[in-house]
């Protein structure tokens, strides 16, 4: 094991407040089973899971409720044992409708025997091991949602070698990747070592930004006697080295194509969240039905990080965290670069919900945004080397044939150029509208063939 | 189950990044008038009352213009004037004005930037030429007699520091003074020694208001890189450049050239370089575009005042125009490489 900086630098990104002071040292907190779940079947990138229980059923805690619909997709648990109140449509964090299972606590928190602990993993195979990640319904927790086991299963032709574990945690105000590597380093550790077990990755990079000195401590700890070319990657603070193609390339010098995947260089990049459920679900045989959020914001009272049930409604969590004072401009699900404003408290967590910020009136001003002044800051910050002024103009006279030569595809949302625009332009809304029109026009010029 | 039509919304929805930097076209704007009051003191000094009323007439009348454009057009006023950008026209217009301009013209020159330069086009951000250096060809074209008529600084001998006071050189323009003399074919009328140098540098010649102390403008333009508004490229590009160019001139023909600290030191170079040229709209957005713009400006220039005949002494503000002309080709022509799309081997 050693530890180096990363040997490359990415290019753009922006240093915005990192607020993480607010959560950092508050030690995970559990907290207690609310009178209420609502797991949604769409917590994962790729079709929603299909219902398999109704209106009336009871279910045990880890019971499978949700059976994946496609080859990207992935399973859904109950997270506590109960009685399943209603199945319908519930919009998601992003603000989409999917199905959703609202279920009643029994008191009892029966969990379902179903997987077999595998203390001795590294005597069982790739397939086997994928298989229970599978069923654990394990889905990226860093806030994307891809499901592991497809990440984990590469065509034939795209073998991985590089293994990044991503603890970056660059969004400002979030801290619950942080916390896990300081409290849990060893299951993470082992989580991390199941996932290069399975894949044979020669290479294995945990990535910590450099402002987590406690974290970078802690892990390097627990992998001290780690063998083979195994190493804690520092990274520089800044926005977004937590981004995976920038991520993969910072530490590998590797460029992932315009429209591939990381396994097209080789690499495989999961969040620390998502070891520790590697972990949980093949040693413990423990399907996915928790997490870490961090709850935080200045009008937080009691800013932490909880393990909370998956399907958790937002209004209960904010309650344990003390509740909400002085006026809230806007409470987001995520991050504030990244993250999804909600109207209300309604939502629930998910498998991907890293945190919910509350954000008092003077953090979330309404800017009215002017005509582009063509500073060139855009640019400058953009990590993909895109011309985010351009393509807003073009999106903005809807020429989408324009934006999607011009490469607005590629466009991460990752937010740097809207921080920085002086015109304060909606710059990444721009981007998401376009992306979805071109890729609706995408479908169905395939559909007609 | 209930629907997110059926609930009120109580917080803010909008699309992320739900933070900001905080910048924003007003706050630019306001840095670069600081950045020229070094050169407005400078103004003052050396041209007295003239400086004042030119910078009044001129900032005046390019907000009124702005103002009355908005209103005319039916667009909101008050967003256009709080941006600054037209107190910043109003600045740099007077600044590239002759002492003794009379103040009409110098109205008209500030409606011509204001209205056709900026506004015609559909205000900050759609202009494709620089109002100001606009205004100021308007001007040049129309008046060309005033435009180039420099009288004696109006120094008043108490103004006069290290035994620097005004004389036959602050009656017309050191680069006039130089033109004059190679077409007529005499020995070149400014020695640039020690003494000679510092003065220039300060700012003891004709010229434009706000053009003459090279000082007072780097100090402004060291500002503006300080607080980020502009970057390094096209100040260092374009000064380097015309340095390049004019010793090459200089080592050919020494008898008939000006050394390059004369050219970086007169005329409008150092406020074209770190204020003119730096103008965000009219400039490229990528790295890689403020360089080819800066050299070109540089080029440009530095042809117009050595190789292109006798007529204009003065290259800026034209080498900027026309390179503001082709900024939308720069921009397409160095545009940065998209992240994973490989170089063609
Ligand atoms: S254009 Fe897309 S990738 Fe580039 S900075 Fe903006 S959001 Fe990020
Ligand atoms: S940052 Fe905003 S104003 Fe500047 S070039 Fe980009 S879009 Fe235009």
């Known amino acids: ?449 | 189950m209930t629907t997110s039509d059926d609930k009120t919304t109580l917080y803010t929805v909008s699309s992320s990044p739900h933070a900001h930097s905080g910048a924003s076209a007003a706050c630019l704007m306001f840095d670069v008038i600081v950045a020229l009051m070094p050169a407005l003191l400078a103004a003052v000094y050396f041209f007295g009352f003239d400086a004042i009323r030119l910078v009044a007439v001129c900032v005046a009348s390019c907000v009124g213009a702005e103002a009355l454009c908005r209103k005319a057009m039916g667009r909101p006023v008050k967003t256009a004037l709080v941006d600054l950008s037209a107190v910043v026209t109003g600045l740099l217009l007077a600044f590239n004005l002759p002492p003794s301009l009379p103040s009409w013209m110098a109205v008209l020159g500030s409606v011509f930037a204001i209205g056709i330069a900026k506004q015609a086009f559909g205000g900050l951000g759609y202009n494709p030429f620089n109002p100001a250096l606009a205004g100021r060809a308007f001007l040049l074209i129309s008046f060309t007699g005033r435009m180039t008529a420099w009288h004696a600084a109006r120094l008043p001998e108490r103004w006069s520091f290290g035994g620097l006071t005004a004389d036959a050189l602050t009656g017309a323009t050191p680069l006039g003074m130089v033109k004059e003399a190679v077409r007529a074919g005499d020995p070149l009328p400014v020695a640039m020694d020690g003494a000679t140098t510092v003065r220039f540098l300060l700012g003891d010649m004709g010229g434009c208001i706000g053009e003459v102390s090279a000082l007072a403008l780097i100090v402004g333009g060291l500002y503006l890189l300080y607080r980020r508004c502009i970057t390094w490229h096209v100040p260092v590009c374009y000064l380097g450049t015309a340095a390049v160019f004019s010793a090459i001139h200089w080592m050919v023909d020494p008898a008939a050239a000006m050394p390059p600290h004369f050219h970086l030191l007169t005329g409008g170079l150092m406020l074209g370089a770190w204020f003119m040229a730096t103008d965000m709209v009219t400039t490229p957005v990528t790295t890689r575009g403020l360089i080819v713009f800066g050299i070109g400006c540089g080029v440009l220039t530095m042809t117009i005042r050595i190789v292109a005949g006798g007529i204009y002494p003065e290259g800026v503000s034209f080498a900027i125009l026309l390179m503001n002309a082709i900024t939308p080709l720069i921009n397409r022509a160095t545009r940065p490489r998209l992240f994973g799309q490989r170089r063609k081997a």
């Not at chain 1, 606590?105 to 790739?126: F, H």
């Not at chain 1, 083979?228 to 520092?234: E, H, I, K, Y």
Request: with cysteine; glycine share 10%.
């Open chain 1, 1 to 449: 094991m050693k530890t180096i900086t990363a040997p490359y630098k990415i290019k753009g990104g922006v240093h915005p407040a990192y607020r993480k002071e607010l959560a950092r040292e508050q030690a995970i907190r559990t907290m207690p089973v609310p009178s209420l779940l609502r797991v949604s079947m769409a917590q994962h990138l790729g079709a929603p899971a299909k219902p398999l229980v109704k209106k009336g059923d009871t279910v045990l805690r880890g019971q499978r409720i949700g059976e994946p619909a496609g080859f990207i997709s992935a399973s859904v648990h109950a997270s506590v044992s109960g009685t399943v109140k209603a199945v319908g449509p519930a919009p998601t964090a992003s603000g989409a409708m999917a199905m959703a299972v609202d279920i009643e606590p029994d008191g009892n928190d029966t969990w379902l025997e179903q997987l077999t602990p595998q203390p001795n993993w590294s005597a069982l195979d790739a397939k086997t091991l994928t298989g229970i990640v599978a069923e654990a319904g394990v889905a990226g927790m860093g806030g994307a949602g891809f499901p592991t086991n497809v990440k984990l299963s590469p065509p034939p032709d795209k073998p991985i070698d590089t293994l990044i574990v991503n603890g970056a945690e660059c969004e400002p105000y979030l801290t619950a990747d942080e916390r896990l590597m300081r409290e849990r380093p060893e299951q993470v550790w082992t989580g991390i070592a199941i996932l290069r077990h399975i894949l044979g990755a020669k290479i294995v990079r945990v990535a910590i930004e450099d402002n987590k000195p406690d974290a970078i401590r802690a892990m390097k700890k627990a992998m001290a006697d780690a063998e083979g070319d195994v190493a804690l990657v520092v990274l520089p603070a800044s926005y977004p080295q937590g981004a995976e193609k920038q991520q993969i390339y910072g530490i590998t010098g590797r460029e992932t194509p315009s429209g591939g995947l990381p396994m097209d260089v080789g690499c495989l990049v999961e969040n620390v969240g998502t070891c520790l459920a590697v972990q949980d679900a093949v040693v413990n045989g423990r399907p996915l039905t928790e997490r870490v959020t961090t709850v935080t914001g200045d009008p937080v009272a009691e800013p932490g990080n909880v393990l909370n049930r998956i399907g958790t409604p937002y209004a209960d969590l904010i309650a344990f965290c003390g509740g909400l004072r002085g006026s809230v401009a806007k409470v987001i699900s995520g991050g504030p670069m990244m993250g999804f404003a909600q109207g209300s408290l309604d939502g629930a967590t998910a498998k991907t919900t890293s945190g919910l910020l509350a954000l008092a009136p003077g953090q979330a001003p309404v800017y009215e945004s002017l005509a582009c002044i063509s500073c060139g800051r855009c640019v400058q910050a953009c990590p993909m080397g895109l011309l985010p002024c351009e393509l807003s103009q073009a999106l903005e006279a809807e020429d989408y044939d324009l934006a999607d030569a011009f490469h607005v595809m590629d466009c991460i949302e990752c937010g740097c150029c809207a921080y920085v625009c002086p015109a304060r332009r909606p710059l990444v809304q721009h981007m998401r509208t376009g992306k979805a029109r071109i890729a609706l026009k995408r479908r169905e010029a395939m559909q007609k063939k």
